[in-house]
């Protein structure tokens, strides 16, 4: 993908938005859910303001994107991508990345396939909790940030020098304890 923001019509696909209600609509879609009295006027509001969004950048290339990332391992990530030019675009943006977050991203796709969204989010919040008592991070907003050399020195510094083990272990639970939603729970 050339971007890196998620469009519209890309959120809508993706699950994490049920509606498209474009900026300049926004004020007018306030007044009618400030008005609203019920949960039921609120769910009509929306419906009514939202509109069919622009095409998404993700669906333009969703046959690419699963020919290439459709795979398990970064081998065959790597290979597939090697076969068509966006796949190579892609592949290089991924090479700049922290070697560790590329495979953290690959093993949070893994493992949250066959999960619940609340699964999915103790998932995220015991990597987010590691991630930010690790270098990568801090050396990812040193580059780009703060020195603004736009050179992160990643540890490690390559993907085939990223240990499975280390990787496993940013999805163990957290040893204070882990995100617990009290809707979830049954609590609230």
Known sequence: MTSERLGAADALQAGVASHYVPRHRLPELLALIARAQTG???VE??????LTPPAGEVAAHHAEIAAVFGHDDLASIEA??????WG????ATLQKRSPTAVCLALEQLRRGRTLDFTACMVLEYR????????????????????EKDQAPRWQPATLDQVDAAAIAAYF?????GD?????AAGTG
């Open 45 to 50: 509001a929306v419906e009514t303001m939202a």
């Open 172 to 176: 163990e639970p957290l040893e204070a």
């Open 80 to 85: 597939a991508a090697a076969r068509s030019e």
């Open 40 to 42: 039921d006027a609120v």
């Open 127 to 146: 990597m987010v909790h590691r991630i930010l008592a690790g270098h990568d991070f801090y050396e990812g907003v040193r580059a780009v940030l703060v």
């Open 88 to 91: 190579r675009q892609q592949w």
């Open 179 to 183: 995100l617990v939603f009290d809707w």
